[in-house]
């Protein structure tokens, strides 16, 4: 079955404590971005990378990296988390490199709640 | 800057009512245009897309029409279903030197059986 994964699902830490929220997909595509949602803010986009090594920052990169090794996984580090980063995470995907003519299979989501 | 703007919610209405869903857009050159729709604890799936002015997208009784001169692409169902209770998202797509999708902020609707 084609399909994001993210894990985990939900995640309470404590502010200063590194963190890795991973995702994988299986459908070989090239395009894979962050989104954090945020009551009446939508979706921001946090970063994007259209290809294996090849990564650029959203609107909101700020606290924020990614690594993009393998063309399924692309992993979101929060390397000092702060209360201001509690939100829901998405991670989704795209075929092609023009992925805005693309639907984005979105994974279900990470609920991170920094103390 | 690019951007979207769609309705506040809650939108809420009687099962088998008329929806529309406003959205309005502001891009430079020609943007591909979506809508979302978020079921309650999953993530986006898309709904419909057209990729070109007077295009229109349709899916599951939804649609929407790419309407340049207005720069709007509007939601619209005839008869609303208790299970379209959702969040939906307008969002467009520009390719110049990167690949950027922005999302509106999303419109929650409730339907009352």
């Known amino acids: 079955e084609a399909q994001v994964t993210q894990n985990p699902r939900y995640l309470i830490t404590v502010t200063g404590k590194k963190l890795t929220v991973t995702c994988s997909q299986n459908?070989?595509?090239?395009?894979m971005s962050w989104y954090r949602q945020d009551p009446g803010l939508g979706l921001r986009q946090i970063y994007y990378?259209?290809?294996?090594?090849?990564?650029d920052k959203g609107d909101v990169p700020e606290g924020y990296k990614v690594s993009r090794k393998e063309k399924r996984n692309f992993p979101l580090i929060l390397e000092s988390p702060s209360p201001n980063q509690t939100s829901l995470y998405f991670c989704a995907s795209s075929s092609g490199l023009r992925a805005t003519n693309e639907k984005l299979f979105f994974g279900s989501g990470t609920q991170l709640s920094v103390l | 800057g690019d951007s979207v703007t769609q309705m506040e919610g809650p939108v809420t209405l009687s099962e088998e009512a008329f929806l529309t869903i406003n959205c309005t857009y502001t891009?430079?050159?020609?943007?591909?245009l979506f809508w979302y729709v978020q079921y309650p604890g999953e993530g986006l799936q898309l709904l419909l897309k057209?990729?070109?002015?007077?295009d229109k997208g349709s899916n599951k009784g939804f649609e929407a029409t790419y309407r340049k001169e207005t720069t709007s692409f509007h939601l619209e169902k005839g008869s609303v279903q208790v299970s379209d209770s959702a969040v939906y998202f307008c969002?467009?797509?520009?390719?110049?030197?990167?690949?950027?999708?922005?999302f509106g902020s999303g419109t929650r609707l409730s339907i009352r059986p």
């Open positions: 459908m070989n595509h090239e395009y």
């Open positions: 990378s259209m290809n294996v090594e090849v990564t």
């Open positions: 969002a467009l797509g520009l390719y110049s030197s990167a690949s950027k999708i922005i």
């Open positions: 057209a990729t070109k002015a007077d």
């Open positions: 891009a430079t050159g020609y943007p591909s």
